[in-house]
């Protein structure tokens, strides 16, 4: 399994990917593509990764700046991530999102967000944390996980792209 940055040639498979993982998720919004187009054309899409398994895209993570109302700089929104139905559950998602993480580190980002089920992201550090609400959901399905010990914290907005896609 190879994972790298998206190429352009990637976009219309990251698209395909991302529909066909989403299509029978519980939570989808069925805009989740469209969010990540969106975030490409704003120039917001701080990293793109894909996982590729021979020749063929089969997953994919995004990350994107989020504000914080204490405006702490530094800080990103992990997500959508997707990966091809056929390869789920193969450990291939905790890749990608190690994947993302070790690029923030690298960075010297502040820290990340993500808007996902507690278990599967409470093995990458995230935690629910009461310094830090998405606003209209339920707080232990917000989770943080600070790069920089003690680095801000409140109100989390994301880009507008996950406005506007919807």
């Given at each position: ?103 923030l580190r690298q ?38 996980v600070r790069l ?19």
């Open positions: 399994m190879l994972i790298r940055p998206e190429q352009p040639h990637d976009i219309a498979a990251i698209d395909r990917v991302i529909t066909r993982a989403f299509a029978t998720a519980p939570h989808a919004s069925g805009t989740e593509a469209r969010i990540v187009d969106a975030l490409r054309e704003a120039g917001a899409l701080t990293l793109s990764l894909v996982a590729e398994s021979h020749g063929e895209v089969v997953g994919h993570v995004a990350l994107s700046p989020v504000a914080l109302s204490d405006g702490t700089p530094g800080w990103y929104g992990l997500g959508p991530l997707a990966v091809a139905p056929g390869h789920q559950g193969k450990g291939l998602g905790g890749q990608l999102v190690a994947h993302a993480l070790d690029a960075r010297h980002a502040a820290g990340c967000v993500v808007l996902g089920e507690p278990e599967y992201y409470g093995r990458f550090g995230f935690r629910a944390d009461p310094d830090f609400v998405l606003p209209g959901v339920p707080p232990e399905y917000f989770q943080a920089t010990p003690g680095a801000g914290g409140g109100t989390v907005a994301y880009h507008q792209a996950f406005e506007v896609a919807a």
